[in-house]
């Protein structure tokens, strides 16, 4: 026996081997932890002796399990009133692993590097926050969909932290949910966010082919071996595994973004028009996919089975459009469907910042310039065909994806995209008539509200490698 690499994993009908992997592994890993409130630490280690102590102790005595993480949420199907305990994870970086003196270290040679090594066109370390720009060597996060939850948590680890000896916090970042008037998460520029997730377990693949929604034009379910690798320093590696942890705080200028939007809309429709910023994002506010209609207003859950075969000249989502940009769905001209489907990862992002504005009340003055943006965390098994992938050849590439002959090059991604200059982020195609290839406008495109503000490469190891140090 051995754990199932190849295709999703039924949890609650798992192999021996399934099930042991699921004993030991991280939660948030192959299902999402949903929690409305987070703090993540960031941590050094001046002590290997006093750090390994710690992080033993943490795990044994706060850390659950993936196994024990989906038991709590049937649990929570079957009775409401019963919620989950708080979620604590854990990542190490190729630098805490060399001084808590593990040999034994993920194979990832962009692991290896780190983050402030990579080429992303990344703004200069010296921009990033400060502690960003000194080694790291664990993050922790703490999370629970309520306040008091997470608070009481986090004072548990503070107290533990405290007492080490060998381990000291030098940063610390917040995150909150951010919602719209349906109670539903979005990011700052108002976006329903967190939508089209790879799913690993059987059960979460059926409930969406049981949805409304269905599966015939989009596969949700992707094999196990997209976010978790074996865990080199476990007891055994055969069934202890762990995932890559990419983290980056991305901060986002919201006026900036809303008041473009709306000369997007001059532009193209000579009027202020919702569907200018459907556009850039690729989706309505709402969530709705712009290849699929020209108006927000569909039903939850937010659609997922769509792809962009029936919009080969971009008139319905243009070719530069946010969610085209970052998943192609098959139709990005230089991969087969299968090959494009490696680079996606599991994102588990979160909004951070605090609104003075009401983020839904149509008003552009009054909306956040800086302070505000999104906590982009993923899971993957390989930083470079998944994270690295899609930020430099996909979002950042100005001539992806494939156009036909005689169409502009789309550009880089309007919303995440990154060039060493804004040149390449001039023009935009779109249709002033949706469907009409006829009525395709080149216009200015939105300028660059997005900055990046320091991020680092960790891996989330097994329970069981922490527990035996």
Known sequence: MSVTLNSPISWKNAAPDDVKMLDNLQPNIVKPHVREFLTLLFLQFNQPVGAKNFLKTLSTSMMKSAKQHLKEIEAFKAKPAKPGTPYIGLGLTKAGYNILGITKTPADGLFDKGMQKSSLNDPAVITWDPYFQHPIHAV????????????????????????????????????????????????????????????????????????????????????????????????????????YFVYRKLEQNVRLFKAQEQKLADRLFGKDEEIAGALVVGRFEDGTPVTMQFED??????????????????????????????????????????????????????????????????????????????????????????????????????????????????????????????????????????????SLKKVATVPRAVTMKGGEYFFMPSLAFLRSL
């Open 140 to 243: 922790l996060l703490v999370g629970d969909m309520l306040n008091d939850k997470k608070a009481a948590a986090l004072d548990k680890v503070m107290s533990l932290i405290k007492k080490s000896k060998g381990v000291t916090i030098v940063g610390a970042q917040d995150g909150a949910g951010l919602h719209n008037d349906n109670k539903e998460g979005i990011e700052h520029f108002g976006y329903v966010d967190g939508r089209s997730q790879p799913l690993f377990l059987q059960e979460d693949i059926d409930a969406e082919e049981n949805g409304t929604d269905g599966t015939a034009n989009w596969d949700p379910g992707f094999p196990l071996k997209q976010v978790i690798v074996p865990d080199p320093a476990a007891p055994d590696p055969k069934v202890h595994f762990g995932s």
């Open 297 to 438: 207003g569909v039903e939850s859950p937010v659609p997922n089975n769509f792809n962009y075969f029936s919009d080969k000249s971009g008139a319905k989502c243009p070719f530069s459009g946010h969610i085209r940009k970052t998943n192609p769905r098959g139709s990005g001209g230089f991969e087969d469907h299968a090959g494009e489907r490696t680079h996606l990862m599991a994102r588990r992002g979160q909004t951070y910042g605090v609104r003075t504005d009401n983020p839904n009340d149509g008003k552009i003055a009054n909306k956040p310039e800086k302070y505000v943006g999104l906590l982009f965390m993923a899971f993957n098994s390989d930083i470079g065909n998944q994270f690295e992938f899609t930020q430099k050849n996909w979002a950042n590439n100005p001539g992806f994806p494939a156009v036909p002959p005689g169409f502009p090059a789309p550009g880089v991604d309007p919303v995440i995209g990154q060039t060493p200059n804004d040149a390449a982020r001039t023009k935009m195609e779109a249709a002033t008539q949706w469907g009409n290839p006829k």
